[in-house]
C-alpha cells in the first residue's frame, strides 16, 4: 500500500486561529516541557503551580515579576516597532548595552541635580545611545541592501567587547579590582515603588513606552506608513511612501527602546554598569514580540507573562529542585513553537 503524500500551500490561516495562536502555544510548550520535568524526577502539575501561579501569591514574587518584567517590555516593545515596518532588528540585546553604558557615565556627572531632571536626562542619553548603535545597521540595510539580522547581531558582540574593554580598564574599581563602572549618583537613581521591593520607576516607563507606541501604530499617519512598508515595500513606495526614510526611522526608534531598557537597569537595580547586565533580554525581546503578534498592548502582556516565567523558575528550583535553566528551556521551545504557528498560519497541509 502505498504511504500517502503531502505538500505544503499557501494560504491565509482564519481569524480565530490566528487568536488562538498563544493559547496553542502555551499548551504546546508546557506538553513538550514536561517531559524534562518528569525526567527532573518533579510532578509536572506541581512544578507548573509554583512556575506561574505561585509566583503571584505573595507581595515580594508578585512585585518581582514587574521588576523582570521591565527590561523585557522594553526590548519587546524596541523589537516590536522595527519588525512591524519590516526591518529585523536582532541587535537590541547590543543597543540595550548601550543605553546601559550611556547611563552609567551619565549618572556619575549628575549629583546634585534634582531626580527628576536626571531621570529625564538619563532616559534620553540611554534612548540616544541606543539610535546611534542601531544607525549603522541601519543605513546599511538603507542604502547598501546589507543583511540587518547579520549585522544587527554582530553589533552586539562589538559592544560587549567595547564595554568590557572600558570595565577591564578606565572604570576598573581601584579597591576590589573588579570590573564594574562607578556607583551612579544618588540623585540619578530610580525611585522604588514598593517598600522592602526592587520595584522601581522604571515600570512605569516601560508602560509609558508601550501607550506610546501603541498609539503611533494604530492612530497616527507614521504608524500606517510603518505597517504599510512592513507589508511590502513596493506597494507602500507605489503609494507615495519614502521607505527608505521609513525603515531608517523605525529602526532607530527601535533602538532607542532598547537603549533605555538598558538604562532602567543601570538605574533601577545595579546602580552601576557590569559585563553580565543582560542575561539576553534583548534576544528574548524577539520572543515576545512574536508572541504578542507585533501589537504593543499585546506586547506587554507577553513581557509580563516572561517576567512570571523568570520568577517562576526560580521558585520552582527552590520548591522541587528543578534546574533554573528550565526556564531558559520554556523560552527556547516557546520560540521555536511560535515559529510553527505562523508557519501554519500562512501554510497548510495538503494530502495529495
Known sequence: MPFPKFRLEKTGAPMWFRGLIPVITLVLTFILTSGLIIWGKANPFEAYYYFLIDPLAGRVSFLEVLVKSTP???????????????YYNIGAEGQLYAGALAAAWLGTVLEGVSTPVAILVMVSGGFIAGMIWALIPALLRVYLNVDEVVTTLLTNSIILFIISAILNGPWRDPQSGWPQSPE??????????????????????ALVAVAVIWFILTRTGFGLKLRAVGLGKEGARFAGIQVKRTMLLAALISGGLAGIAGYVEVAGIQYHLIGELSPGYGYTGIIIATMGGLNALAVAASG????????????????????????????????????GMFLLQRYRIRRV
Open 72 to 86: 523585557l517590555i522594553l526590548t519587546g516593545i524596541a523589537v516590536t516597532v522595527a519588525f512591524v515596518a519590516g
Open 304 to 339: 509580563l507573562f516572561f517576567g512570571l516565567v523568570e520568577t517562576g523558575a526560580q521558585t520552582v528550583s527552590r520548591a522541587l529542585g528543578v534546574p533554573v535553566y528550565l526556564g531558559e528551556i520554556t523560552q527556547a521551545t516557546m520560540l521555536l513553537v511560535i515559529l
Open 184 to 205: 551612579i549618583a544618588e540623585a540619578a537613581r530610580l525611585p522604588q515603588l514598593a517598600e522592602r521591593s526592587r520595584l522601581h520607576f522604571g515600570f512605569v516607563i
